[in-house]
Every structure is written in structure tokens, then in C-alpha cells.
């Protein structure tokens, strides 16, 4: 489904991927873990689109075609959807208008309200969401975990086939982390085809999307790959035998 061929990526002239490869196929769960302000966020960003990361070299293919220069919209139309790590507040826009006018862009034609309030009731009430917050701006005072919360009732009204969570477990408390880890486990039950890239530095998600590769992001490329027990490792031992190892970063 997607994969990304020797990317190099920098943002305000600092390189921030390296060589970066990564190849996800139909229905896999692969999970990317590391420290902070080694690339993650940038990972997903670069995959959305996001202009303010500037590709200096390498690509990335999305079902056979490359998304390099497509914009975010595009790439959102094609089935990519990004949880992010600090979703965006945008005062003026309600969240409803954004909703509607987001899944009619995905199908092409208008969305009817009685259609888009139906499926819209349906996806907060399995989020357990407070119903007000859909007429409220995006995201506007919305707390930590109703933004996640909100980003996810997104994710299930435009059906993408590759789901991006950037640290979707910060900022929400463990029954939170419960609910939204149940829709989305729900929703890859009901699209078996969908893949998952979770980026993460806590295991308690991975124990409901149980993952088919953790990754090891240091310094701007996967330095190891496993299963789900080197998330357990990392949860014990944490990522300086990596810096032992690799020597890659000077930590003083
Ligand atoms: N928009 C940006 N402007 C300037 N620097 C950025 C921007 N986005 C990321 N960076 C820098 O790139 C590095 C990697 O950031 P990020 O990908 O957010 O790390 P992670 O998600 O792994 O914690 C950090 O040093 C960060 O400060
Ligand atoms: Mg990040």
C-alpha cells in the first residue's frame, strides 16, 4: 500500500530523515517508536503532504503511484487520513460544516443532511462524545481528548485505507484511550484491507491494535525492527542501548 523509498527530508534547512525506507502493505499494523525530536511527527507530516517539509531526495508510493507532489487534499481523497499529534483549532468553521464538506469532497458529491446527521450520530455516540461539540468551532476549547476524540469520529466518516496516528494516546486519559483503540480496532474489523501506521511511545495502544512491526526510529531512519515484544523492551530498557549501539548522536 505505501512505501517510501530513501527519503531525505528537512524543515527549516535541518535534515531531519535520513535514507529513510518504509513498506507497508495491505492490512498490516506497523508501529514507529523512538525519542522525541527524532523524525516521528516529521514522518507523517511528509506522508500528508505537509509544504513546510521539503523532500530533497527519495519518494513515496501510495497503491502503485507516487504521492510526492500531490497536495494534502489530494492524498487525503486517495484514503490516506492522519490522526495528528496537535490537531488544529480553526475558530469561525463549525465542526459539522467541516465534517459534511470534508466526507462530500470524499464522495464526489454533496452529502444530504439527513444522511451526514445519521452516520454522524452513530460514530459520537460509539465515541462516547459529548453531542454539543459537533456544532461548536473545530477543535476551539475542545480539551486534549475531545480533539483526539474528534479526529478519530473524522477518521470513521471518511473511511481511509491508510490510518495514520500520531501519538493518539497523548493527552487522553485510559478510559479515552479504551474507547478510541475499540473504534478504531472496530473499524479495521469492518475494512480488514486498512493499514495502520501508529506512532507511539506507549505499549497500553498496542495491546488492543496489536502491531505486525514496531520500528526503531533513530536519528532520521529505522535502526530495528521486531514485533510487539521490542515495544515491551523499549517500555523496560527505554532507547539508550540504541545511542550505545549505534553511536549515532552525541547524548552529552
Ligand atoms: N515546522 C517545523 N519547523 C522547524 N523545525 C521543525 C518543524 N517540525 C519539526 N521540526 C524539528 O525537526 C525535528 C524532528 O521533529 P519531530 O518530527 O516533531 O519529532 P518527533 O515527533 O519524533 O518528536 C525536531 O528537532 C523539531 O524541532
Ligand atoms: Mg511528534
Known sequence: MLSIKNLDVSVDK?????????DIDDGSIHVIMGPNGVGKSTLSRVIMGD????INNGDIIFNDESIKDMTTDER???GI??????PMEIDGVSNQDFLRTAMSSHMGKKVGLYDFILKCENAIEELKMDKSLIHRSLNVGFSGGEKKKNEVLQLKLLKPSLIILDELDSGLD???VRIVAENIVSYKKENPNTSILIITHLPKLLEYLEPDYVHVIIN?????????ELAKLIEKNGYNQYFDKSNIIDRK
Do not use: A, P, W
Not at 14 to 22: I, T
Not at 81 to 86: A, C, D, E, R, S
Open 14 to 22: 535541518k535534515q531531519v530523515l535520513n535514507n529513510f525506507d518504509l
Open 81 to 86: 487520513f492522519l490522526v495528528m499529534q496537535y
Open 174 to 176: 485510559v478510559d479515552s
Open 51 to 54: 509544504n513546510h517539509y521539503v
Open 220 to 228: 532520521g531512519c529505522i535502526c530495528e525492527t521486531g514485533g510487539y
Open 76 to 78: 487525503s481523497r486517495k
